[in-house]
């Protein structure tokens, strides 16, 4: 018979959830740790549908638990991925300036990344940049040695294999969602549990589970869904590397650009529009409960009316695979139509403030006798050891662990 009682349950599966079990299992053996996952794999949501990039710290604000975590956790990342035999590749990146202005920015976020401790940034000319990237056409670039693609989903597998090799009372159990809780019991789709303590890392539903803790938010989360394509068999051989576009500060996302995967496949995208369902991965998926409680906050139209021609923008090439192309074209311009094939979706937990302004940071709370992660935007997947290290440290006092 199943052991229903447990002293933490960490509610989500994704890798910042398995990452955190991880981490506390390594320090407290004898704790006995339930992971719930409401789908019947883990990592199925942001985790299994990001680009797969292990992401340097070059863009953070110097300072930030982005930047911090990041620069830290990449370095665990890539252990953990080596003494696990997870497929990983520190294949590097180029950032590409296709004007004067954005050459500029290169200067910026080159300074930017050596204040975060990244190692070997270089700018190059075209000439230079083209001895990697020669169907890549740009002004300037800047080379990023310590970029790279990993199996994040594989990674989360093997956490919770971790889980359970350091303490075999411990559970990970996948269809089995969170209805309800209170101070010492979680309702599921399994039964009833007993449990002493909580870890929410619900991605897109944190703000609901805070809610049903009584947490007071001043922010919610909006989902953003990013579509991508793929190179054909043909065109594959047109991307080495990494390639993006210098992105624009005034939001989260980094543009489009393309990614190799670690099977072999080369990415392109995504793009970011706003969804009607949190968890709507098609074009006409549809939650009147998720739209109503995104139009009914005002964040969502000021961040709206702020930036409504960059979101016409992002609509415009969501539906169309020309303007998806053309953009594409701005710095691979002999990337052709057939070149391109419609591929996966992900949708992104966007932290939105009443002032619409985008919460750029990693947020976690505590409350009660759990802790919240409320925002674990991008690199939280290249940062999950330092991220579940730092709610191992949190939960250490405020769990009296």
């Excluded at 009682?5 to 955190?20: F, H, N, P, R, S």
């Excluded at 890539?78 to 990983?88: C, G």
């Excluded at 990344?113 to 190059?124: H, M, P, Q, V």
Aim: overall charge positive.
């Amino acid at each position: 018979m199943q052991n229903k009682e447990y002293d933490i349950a960490i509610v989500g599966g994704g890798i910042v959830g398995l990452a955190t079990a991880y981490q506390l299992q390594k320090e407290f053996p004898t704790l006995n740790i339930v992971i719930f996952e409401k789908e019947k794999e883990l990592a199925f949501h942001q985790t299994g549908r990001n680009s797969g990039v292990i992401h340097s710290g070059l863009y953070y604000k110097n300072g930030s638990l982005k930047a911090k975590n990041c620069v830290e956790g990449r370095k665990d990342l890539i252990e953990f991925a080596q003494a696990n035999k997870v497929k990983y590749d520190i294949c590097g990146k180029i950032v590409v300036a296709i004007n004067s202005v954005e050459a500029e920015c290169l200067k910026d976020l080159k300074a930017n990344g050596e204040k975060n401790g990244l190692k070997g940034l270089a700018l190059l000319s075209t000439e230079e940049f083209q001895k990697i990237e020669p169907n890549v056409e740009g002004l300037k670039a800047l080379w990023v040695p310590e970029s790279g693609i990993i199996d994040y989903k594989g990674i989360t597998n093997k956490l919770a294999e971790q889980v359970i090799v350091i303490n075999p009372n411990s559970k990970v159990l996948t269809s089995c969602e969170v209805f309800d809780y209170n101070a010492n019991t979680i309702q599921t789709s399994n039964g009833e549990f007993k449990v002493n303590h909580i870890i929410f890392c619900g991605g897109l539903f944190a703000d609901r589970l805070a809610k049903k803790d009584k947490v007071k938010l001043d922010m919610q989360i909006v989902g953003f869904r990013g579509d991508y394509y793929e190179l054909t068999e043909r065109a594959k051989s047109k991307v080495n590397h990494l390639v993006y576009p210098v992105p624009n500060t005034d939001f989260p996302f980094l543009g489009v650009h393309f990614t190799r995967m670690t099977n072999g496949d080369i990415e392109c995208g995504p793009n970011a529009v706003f969804t009607f369902k949190r968890e709507g991965y098609n074009m006409m998926d549809f939650s009147l409960r998720d739209t109503l409680q995104a139009l009914g906050f005002s964040g969502t139209w000021r961040l709206f009316i702020n930036h409504w021609k960059f979101g016409i923008n992002e609509y415009k090439r969501a539906f169309s695979k020309y303007l998806f192309l053309k953009e594409l074209n701005k710095m691979m311009p002999s990337l052709k139509m057939e070149d391109i094939v419609e591929g996966r979706s992900g949708v992104r937990a966007m932290a939105l403030g009443i002032d619409g302004e985008v919460i750029d940071d990693f947020k976690i709370v505590k409350s009660k006798k759990n802790i919240h992660v409320l925002n674990a935007p991008s690199p939280a997947a290249t940062a999950c050891f330092a991220i579940g290290n730092q709610i191992m440290e949190e939960a250490k006092t405020h769990f009296k662990l």
